[in-house]
């Protein structure tokens, strides 16, 4: 069973920054586009930011110009470097394939409030 697991979340205050980080295991990871999501209180889960194997982005309108995805093909690893956050990006976030998914991991809170 291929494995997901997110951390790097944390109380931050608006405008500040926050780098998350994605364990996956190879069975998903190799060969896979990756995307992180996340899901606020309420709302649906929704895709933020996805790259390719090649290194291809492409971002939500929301955090457009905000956030950075990259990844290590090397580790097997994922990451969002989020910067200027605001209130709205409050939320629970998750990395995932693309096309190719796997269980859910337990996602990692992102709290942004003064």
């Known amino acids: 069973q291929a494995q997901l697991v997110e951390s790097g979340g944390g109380l931050v205050q608006p405008g500040g920054s926050l780098t998350l980080s994605c364990a996956a295991s190879?069975?998903?990871?190799?060969?896979?586009?990756m995307g992180w999501y996340r899901q606020a209180p309420e709302k649906a889960r929704e895709l933020i930011a996805g790259?390719?194997?090649?290194?291809?982005?492409n971002y939500a309108d929301s955090v457009k110009g905000r956030f950075t995805i990259s990844r290590d093909n090397a580790k097997n690893m994922v990451y969002l470097r989020m910067n200027g956050l605001k209130p709205e990006d409050t939320a629970v976030y998750y990395c995932?394939?693309?096309?190719?998914?796997?269980?859910w991991g337990q996602g990692t809170q992102v709290t942004v409030s003064s």
């Open positions: 995932n394939g693309l096309l190719t998914k796997t269980s």
């Open positions: 190879r069975s998903i990871f190799a060969r896979n586009a």
């Open positions: 790259i390719t194997s090649g290194g291809n982005t």
